[in-house]
């Protein structure tokens, strides 16, 4: 069984191209931090990742560099020969499902209090709960 679960933080925007066929897909890299180790110094490792279609599109429409995302998938090793002929391996990883952790720092889209008209001392006003006087629907 090939699975892995990552979380870690886009090292750059993603970037999303279609191949010949049209199909959607998204490049992007993440860095993980691995635990601490003894002398105290935490390391990174950096992972490619690769996201199709409609997941693909979600990543590049709403994740951007700094993003913190749990990343699902498999991984894929490539063999490669570089420019000087020298034998590489690459690991790649292969997307099923992307959750983005980040909270959304969009202007409006702060949470509760943007649809909430300001009070008349111009402070923004707690939502209120409201009551419902009608139980006939509940099925217990």
Request: charged share 25%.
């Amino acid at each position: 069984m090939n699975k892995v679960f990552l979380i870690g933080n886009l090292t750059r925007d993603p970037e999303l191209t279609e191949t010949s066929s049209g199909v959607a897909i998204c490049r992007f890299s993440i860095a993980v931090n691995r635990n601490y180790t003894s002398g105290g110094e935490r390391q990174t490792d950096f992972f490619n990742c690769t996201a199709w279609r409609g997941l693909g599109e979600n990543v590049a429409r709403y994740a951007k560099k700094g993003n913190k995302v749990a990343v699902m998938g498999s991984v894929e090793l490539r063999n490669y020969e570089d420019n000087q002929g020298v034998k590489r391996t690459a690991v790649d990883i292969n997307c099923n499902d992307v959750e983005f952790l980040s909270p959304r720092t969009s202007g409006g889209d702060s949470g509760y209090e943007s649809d909430i008209a300001p009070a008349s001392s111009g402070e923004k006003r707690k939502p209120s709960l409201q009551s419902f006087d009608d139980d006939g629907d509940i099925p217990f």
